[in-house]
């Protein structure tokens, strides 16, 4: 099982740009969960959006404010990261992360260590 992050790109404040997670092998059963975090050097991983089996609907950062969205193909082997009007401070390398625990839930998402499987990182540059 592996996820593979693609997608990085240059991008000037205001674009969009679509991240996508394969994920090879990954069985979602009852209680997976995808979900995409970023980090910046220096600064903790952060979660940006969440999908999974334990709720019905996807669960975003506060930070995110409507501009992006999770979503997955039929077959859940891709999920997707659509991101609009990018702002400089989005800047980051976006990973994406897998989980199969009934422990994410609204209050424990964006927990680290619950997650069993990362992938490589794509870099996001938003340029002024």
């Known amino acids: 099982v592996q996820l593979v992050e693609s997608g990085g790109n240059l991008v000037q404040a205001g674009g969009s740009l679509i991240l996508s997670c394969e994920t090879s092998g990954f069985a979602w059963g009852g209680d997976g969960t995808i979900t995409w975090f970023r980090q910046v050097p220096g600064r903790e991983r952060e979660g940006i959006a969440c999908?999974?089996?334990?709720?019905?609907?996807?669960i975003y950062g506060d930070f995110v404010k409507g501009r992006f969205a999770i979503t997955t193909d039929v077959a859940k082997t891709t999920v997707y990261l659509t991101m609009r009007n990018l702002e400089v401070d989005d800047t980051a390398v976006y990973y994406c992360?897998?989980?199969?625990?009934?422990?994410?839930?609204?209050?424990?998402?964006?927990?680290?260590?619950?997650?069993?499987?990362w992938g490589q990182g794509t870099q996001v540059t938003v340029s002024s």
């Open positions: 999908i999974s089996r334990n709720f019905r609907d996807p």
């Open positions: 992360a897998a989980a199969t625990t009934p422990r994410i839930r609204m209050g424990t998402w964006n927990w680290l260590y619950l997650y069993e499987l």
